[in-house]
């Protein structure tokens, strides 16, 4: 999940009218937004107090927040068919609208996609369709996309900026952001269709928030919306040397666009140097459109490129390489947790002495929380849960754990989650998704006024099962970092890794494949290979395994590059980098992926951890 990981004119103003909550929605005044936005520091302190405000009533704000979905929404065909008839309290909700997944949905969707206008899902015919990464299920889910949801996008990123700026304060400058768009194109039935971040960075009112949160790309638009990535991303990097002295902070949707970017700057750094010193742009560069506007902007300025020179010459191991290229950056800014969490290290690498500050919770089907406590470190980021922007239910998971499917218990309201619970997130939004469950089990580390502050751990979907045994997401996460610590004398880190079930050959067993930044001897890979199995501590796959129902884990070692071939296969599918995440289990029907995988192994091993 966008986090994910893991969409917006702010949501400014919540009235009170004689002790009747009533939503800001009904008053929303853009002119007002439009005085907030040149105003500076006022629009922190109003964003801050009105949020404050806000999370003071959560449970109120709620309640309020369901009859606006259900009165926008009343006619649409699938409330009418449960029986809802109208009624917008929550008791009503709940009894006759069923806690759903995409499959349930999925036919209602279908419908919108292949040209459907009547009132399907809401009541305003949805003209816009957000696609979902696809590296979790294999290929892209179709999600609705309208003005409600960018809206909260807009909110969130006001929130979080307010915080944000509040702890790490910035000026007029500009952000050093990798960013990339991938085309719209149009569904069979007409609407438009893209991924989240494509449909986000395409609304003509995003860049009138971004410069109001001081958030202005060094980038031209061009090479945002290049029809290259890796053209783009050599552009970004030329862009930000070119204003090296502005940039304010350096951000990425997730934290592993970051890392990739800066771990081709060492590949590519002299030629860069080469460009701006001679302001002729490499003939690497052949897309018309990003080569003409990059080309507008190029000056020969050889004194500049004498200096990063100097400065890359100097540096060791390329540690603080952000900070020294970028004297004025304040911080480093994406999602960070779940799946992002083996990027960090290299990233701190890179990032030096400047904080690490994660984004916001949320995923292609809407936004839940915002960042609000930025100085915390990605390991323990919490969010705020923003009331206002749908109507949240939470599946407790202590009754029945994480992973046993046994039966669960029934959702309860934001209002009644206990600190140190653990939860599975279910939403209803403006666009048409009534108790959907998003598949993110989250922790309630605490509340910020009345409403949660959860910690995101992982998808419940993502598991290693072959009998009894499950393992999640998390598990995979912590095992593969148990067992890198093997290679600690060693030249050599853990670059990516992924995993597999294997059950072509009986009895079914686990394959982790690693990639590897550096060599490492035969010895210290079979000591990891055992280090992984022991790892997985589930007492399904821990009894499994010494009884021979799941055979030894497999440890597959391959090629450099093998995960970027990964990345370009789903590019080639139409994905967006900054919405790709590596998938961290290879399922059945992710067939190309696995080919790829299997395809660029070099070493094998067995592990004899269990005799």
Known sequence: MIHGCRMQLSFLCLLFDSCQLTPFRDHFNFDRVRILQTMGELVIEEVIEEFEEMTKAAGRVQIETLKKILEQNGQAQYLQTLGLNGRTD??????????????????????????????????????????????????????????????????????????RNRDFPIRNGKALTFNYSSKQFKTQGGLNAGTATTNLFRNSQFKETMKAILSQSCSPDEVIFGPDFHQSLYCHLLCGLMCCEEVQFVSSTFAHCIVHAFETFEHVWEELCTDIRDGVLSERITAPSIRASISKLLKPKPELADIINKKCSGLSNWYGLIPELFPNAKYIYGIMTGSMEPYLKRLRHYAGWLPLVCADYGSSEGWIAANVNPKL??????????????????????????????LEPEPIDLSEVKVGEEYEVIITNFAGLYRYRLGDAVKVMGFHNSTPELKFLCRRNLLLNVNIDKNSEKDLMLAVEEAAKCLATQKA??????????RLTGPGH???????????DETTLKECCDCLDRSFIDAGYVSSRKVGNIGPLELRIVQKGTFRKILDHYLGLGAAVSQYKTPRCIGPKNKAVLQILCDNVIKSYFSSAFG
């Open 90 to 163: 929550p008791e009503s909700f709940k009894a006759c609208v069923p806690v759903v997944t995409y499959e349930d949905l999925g036919p209602y969707i279908q419908r919108i996609v292949e040209g459907d206008t009547s009132p399907v899902l809401t009541g305003k015919p949805i003209t816009t369709i957000s696609l979902s990464s696809g590296t979790t299920q294999g290929k892209p889910k179709f999600v609705p996309f309208n003005d409600e949801l960018f809206e909260s996008t807009m909110q969130i990123y006001r929130t979080s900026f307010a915080f």
């Open 493 to 502: 880190d853990v670059a990516d890794f992924t995993s597999h079930v294997d």
């Open 377 to 406: 470190p990605p390991e323990s980021a919490t969010f705020a849960v923003l009331p206002d922007i749908g109507y949240f239910e939470f599946i407790p998971l202590k009754e029945t754990g994480l992973y046993n499917g046994l």
């Open 510 to 520: 686990y394959v982790i494949f690693w990639e590897l930044s550096g060599e490492a």
